[in-house]
């Protein structure tokens, strides 16, 4: 007879043995449900013949198909198994649909895109793919999402999802859309731009606006000031919202930004191999997992191994035996924002020229928000678009007096927007001509389409929808949304987009800034990227040399910014130690001494770079932050501060030099000195009181953050290891952080690298900051990330004949579908 304790413990013991079975269950169904299939033989129905995917050593998959729509259809099976979470964060950042998985924290972040009109667009976009069902990259589409959707239906469930108990739901036309509304957003520098000039010329004048550049400075330093903008007006109230509201929605956002890139070409008589090369690498916001998927596909119909962005069917970079194509920002200015006139008598209606009063358009949309009731919010537009300055409790009758409407033109939301048809276009070319034509269909975002073939061409294009300027695109500013003098004038036919094809000189490049032009009158407006990585890569292209692939793996890890030289070099005079207190003057003269000597790199070895950017930091607060005051925060890590900075060190006389909350540094000279000290006095603080271990890699730190790591307990394992990097902002290995914290969180860089020499396809280098998978325990899931911090690549497979020999061969067979 058991006495009833020691029953009781029994029961416990029970309990708790019951307990832990099922939680191992649990987990290692979990587990199960997300491990991709790599091995062995699947079945897809759908399929009209076999598909046979072999996987390299480094995850990458090489479909081998007998036709086009059963290559696809097995590509959005095998990306799905190995990124669907990735895949699902992108189309519903676009489509403001976090909500209903991460709960009410996500709510404003929804409302933000929902008001940027993207939604309302993709719905629009998967009703005009419907009347094209018959065109070839409607169809591949549709098999790609068939495939996911497919995935889903075999119970794939990536870990992210069993930690979050929830489930994916289907894939549809739309979320191409929303994915590409999202990269456009990012790409769009005129959300922060154009609010931040609109608060300084209402808050402070013309004068100061005048020396800002948010677009390409006209000469190198010293540097004149921009042209004259239109007049603004002094009603900032929306700039400032929107200036909060973007802050505070990416900071939520659970993927990265797209900022910037890095592409060029040379033609055989510039390459050692004697056939024309190419390199790129696009500057994207760092996250777990990597951005890009990397997938090799052949048909009877075409071959190419591309770089994919999840839920996109089609290769954004890639090569094929033909040709191979990058892509960097165009950043031209795609965006316009309207101030609307309303009716004094009825505010919900808006003064259109030569329409006179005209109602606003309101649409209504729910949002889910899990664990809490579904949340209806009304939105407006005018003829220009959008109005993204409605409160969230706004009343769809009108907004109050003070508050004007303003209205959202954006080259995104065009209804003709069909770019998904040019990147299916891209890899399919079998001439220039033929690519050119595919390169014409692109609307938005704007892109430089940098491109070599076998035959010896070189050639680079922007790409995407231009309005027609110089009325179209005016000067940064807010504009009269009720006059026709500001009104929309059409875009410029393609045959007019800048582009360079075949020059003397025997490369092309980009570095995110425009193209050469006679006339800078004649340049196209947009919102450029500090001049240095441009000046930089023209440097080391514009002679008679000739270049291989280590010569170009050199380019792609230079970390030299020449623009800190040449500010250096004036203001060395000034960093004296003298200026601080007696127990920091010797270590403020060893650090002077370091400073002469540095030779502007930032690997992370060097003291100089962890110098010059701390007393480049102050020094663009002591310039800006007094007259900024709350919108400093943003302005500080956008690329207007870094351009402006570098134009107005050589204007002493500029109004920004002037301080009048701390006299101390009011002026030139003492803004120099005064950020001289801070930098030295923080960086003893932070690192200690010896100058010669500041180095670089002590501050500049790098981290790719998986989307939940920060909204679960527990969830940090996702993330990858903390690890010192070579690179800072706008060196050609562009490493961008936000500043103002003792330490730099690298935030963005090369998304990939690729280099490649069309004389052997075989010999093609990339490599991935992370690696293939999205599973954070599969082998695949950082296994590059070690190469990638050391400077060092992998080669990229092409050649079947070792391809079929790969040990990894998953064999998709056709099936019935289950009814």
């Known amino acids: 007879m058991l006495y009833p304790s020691v029953l009781r413990y029994l029961k416990i013991t029970l309990f708790l043995l019951l307990l832990l079975a099922a939680v191992g269950t649990l987990v290692g169904w979990a587990l199960h449900s997300a491990e991709p299939k790599r091995n062995g033989q699947l079945d897809l129905p759908g399929l009209h013949e076999p598909v046979s995917v072999f996987y390299d050593a480094w995850g990458v998959p090489h479909i081998d198909a007998q036709n086009d729509a059963d290559a696809y259809r097995a590509l959005g099976y095998i990306h799905a198994q190995e990124r669907l979470f990735q895949m699902d964060m992108l189309r519903r950042i676009g489509a403001g649909r976090l909500s209903e998985i991460f709960g009410i924290e996500s709510l404003d972040t929804d409302r933000f895109f929902r008001s940027l009109g993207i939604n309302r667009f993709a719905r629009g976009y998967a009703a005009y793919l419907e009347t094209q069902a018959d065109e070839p990259h409607v169809q591949l589409i549709h098999a790609y999402q068939d495939g996911i959707n497919q995935y889903i239906d075999h119970g794939g469930q990536p870990l992210e999802y069993s930690m979050l108990l929830t489930r994916p739901d289907y894939f549809s036309t739309e979320d191409i859309a929303h994915v590409m509304g999202y990269m456009a957003y990012s790409f ?22 005048q020396d800002l550049v948010p677009g390409w400075p006209d000469s190198m330093p010293p540097r004149s000031a921009p042209a004259e903008p239109v007049s603004g007006t002094k009603n900032t109230v929306w700039a400032a919202e929107l200036l909060r509201q973007i802050a505070s929605v990416e900071h939520q956002l659970p993927a990265g930004q797209f900022l910037g890139s890095n592409a060029w070409a040379v033609n055989s008589s510039r390459s050692d191999s004697g056939a024309p090369m ?3 690498d696009p500057h994207i916001g760092f996250s777990a997992p990597a951005v890009w998927f990397e997938a090799h596909i052949r048909t009877p119909e075409h071959e190419v191994y591309g770089h994919f962005l999840g839920g996109i069917p089609f290769p954004l970079l890639g090569q094929t035996r033909h040709h191979a194509w990058g892509l960097t920002m165009l950043m031209n200015d795609e965006i316009d924002f309207y101030r609307e006139r309303t009716n004094p008598k009825d505010a919900g209606q808006i003064w259109e020229a030569d329409k006179g009063w005209q109602d606003m358009r309101i649409h209504e949309e729910v949002i889910k928000i899990r664990g809490h009731e579904d949340r209806l919010i009304r939105l407006r537009s005018s003829h220009h678009g959008p109005i993204i300055n409605d409160l969230p409790a706004q009343s769809a009758s009108g907004l109050e007096s003070d508050r004007p409407p303003v209205s959202l033109f954006w080259t995104f939301l065009d209804p003709a927007n069909d770019s998904a048809k040019t990147f ?35 050639a680079m294009w922007a790409i995407g929808l231009i309005k027609r300027w110089p009325k179209s695109n ?31 000189r025997g490369h ?42 280590s010569q170009f793996k050199a380019m792609q890890l230079d970390t030299r910014r020449p623009q800190a030289l040449a500010m250096l070099k004036d203001a060395l005079p000034l960093l004296q130690d003298s200026l601080l207190s007696a127990d920091l003057r010797a ?16 690997n992370r070895d060097q003291v100089g770079a962890a110098l010059f950017q701390r007393w480049q930091d102050h020094l663009l607060e002591a310039l800006f932050a007094d007259e900024l005051q709350d919108n400093f925060a943003v302005f500080r890590n956008t690329l207007m501060a870094e351009k402006s900075l570098f134009s107005l060190y050589w204007k002493p006389a500029s109004p920004w030099w002037d301080n009048r909350q701390q006299p101390i540094m009011d002026g030139r000279q003492a803004a120099i000195e005064q950020a001289w000290i801070r930098a030295i ?36 394992f996702l993330d990858s290891q903390t690890t010192a990097v070579d690179g800072g902002r706008e060196s050609l290995n562009s490493m961008s952080f936000d500043s103002g914290g003792p330490t730099y969180q690298i935030k963005a860089g090369p998304s990939t690298r690729r280099l490649i020499d069309l004389a052997d396809l075989n010999g093609t280098l990339g490599i991935s900051p992370l690696g293939q ?23 990229q497979l092409f050649d079947w004949l070792a391809i079929k020999a790969l040990p990894d061969h998953l064999l998709i067979e056709p099936a019935k579908r289950q009814r």
């Open 188 to 209: 769009a520098e005129a959300f922060k731009t154009d609010a931040l000039l609109d608060q300084v010329r209402g808050k402070l004048g013309q004068r100061h606006v």
């Open 278 to 280: 190419l390199a790129n």
């Open 424 to 458: 299916y276009g891209l890899s399919r070319a079998t001439s220039m001509e033929e690519f050119e034509q595919a390169a014409s269909l692109h609307s938005s975002p704007g892109l430089n389409l940098i491109y070599a073939d076998t035959d010896d061409n070189i």
């Open 474 to 504: 005016n000067g940064f500013s807010l504009l009269n949304g009720s006059t026709s003098d500001d009104a929309f004038r059409g875009y410029q036919p393609f045959a007019s987009n800048p582009r360079t094809i075949n020059p003397r």
């Open 508 to 549: 092309v490049y980009s570095a995110n800034h425009p193209y050469a032009e006679s006339n800078p009158r004649r340049r196209l407006p947009g919102y450029y990227a500090p001049t240095e990585r441009s000046e930089r890569l023209g440097e080391l292209l514009d002679n008679d040399n000739t270049f291989d692939l």
């Open 587 to 602: 270590p403020a003269a060893r650090a002077a001494t370091i400073l002469a000597e540095w030779d502007g790199s930032f």
């Open 681 to 716: 006095e923080s960086l003893s603080a932070d690192l200690g009181i010896e100058p010669e271990k500041w180095n670089w890699g002590r501050l500049a730190l790098l981290q790719h953050k998986h989307a939940l790591s920060d909204r679960l307990p527990f969830a940090g």
């Open 773 to 795: 998978s999205g599973n954070p325990l599969d082998s695949h899931y950082t296994d590059q990330a070690e190469l990638y911090n050391e400077g060092r690549y992998r080669s």
